[in-house]
């Protein structure tokens, strides 16, 4: 039987949070906040291919990262706190969890069994993710938009990725390198964002090379 924290029982903690989340009497702030995540990574709609995986993202923001203005805090926070209050300690740690992300793009550096290792190109850090099943097409060197979330002693993927073209990893690393230098009070959350526009329009505007959708020298659309 797997204890409290195993990555195996994570999904119910998640599911606590996403109705928390989600009541009826934050729906405006909900709305207010698909609003502003479109903002940041462009309006997909439903018959668009990223459709289910950006609507996972943006829950992801929402509930991860998105300060409420009629809280001040994240949903996880919120109810982290809530639980803190209410529950005995291994069960409120659980739900820390969710207030401990790391979100970022990363490298693909290593795929062995049940591991999947990822540089964060921002901090240069690596991270070594649970992963028990095999990602279908995932190869070392591929470069994606992940959450990774701390629970049970592991790091484990969240459901939201954004995939962006290994062509495109060396543009990537130049911009995070130009922002770093003559740019540093941008967040790295900033180049996500506009990581994920691209990538957008790389699904929209097929007649345009990878190159130019990547080039952070000419605005993205």
């Known amino acids: 039987m797997d204890s409290p924290l195993s990555p195996l029982s994570y999904q119910p903690y998640l599911d606590q949070l996403i109705a928390f989340g ?13 609003a502003e995540y479109f903002r940041l990574t462009g309006e997909v ?7 289910e995986l ?10 991860y990262d998105r300060v409420s203005p009629l809280t001040g805090k994240t949903p996880a926070a919120e109810f982290y706190e809530q639980r803190l209050a209410n529950t005995p300690p291994e069960e409120a740690n ?7 992300t790391v979100h970022g793009l990363f490298e693909v550096r290593k795929l062995a069994k ?37 629970f ?21 690393k130049a911009e995070v390198k130009r922002r770093k230098k003559k740019e540093p009070e941008r967040t790295p959350n ?23 959708i ?7 659309l």
């Open 45 to 51: 709609f439903e018959d668009d291919k990223l459709f």
């Open 152 to 172: 049970g002693g592991h790091l484990l993927f969240s459901a939201a990725f954004c995939y962006h073209p290994r062509v495109a990893l060396k543009s990537i």
């Open 54 to 63: 950006r609507m996972a993202s943006f829950l992801d923001f929402y509930l």
């Open 214 to 220: 990547y080039d952070f020298e000419q605005k993205v």
């Open 190 to 212: 900033e180049l996500v964002w506009e990581c994920a526009r691209r990538a957008l329009n790389m699904d929209r505007y097929r007649q345009l090379s990878v190159e130019k």
């Open 114 to 150: 049940g591991l999947v290792r990822l540089r964060e190109l921002y901090s240069g850090k690596d991270f070594d993710v649970t992963e028990r099943r095999h990602i279908a097409g995932l190869e070392t060197g591929d470069i994606l938009e992940a959450r990774l979330i701390p």
């Open 94 to 100: 659980a739900f820390r969890s969710f207030t401990e």
């Open 22 to 34: 989600s009541a009826e009497s934050r729906k405006e702030d909900l709305l207010a906040a698909k």
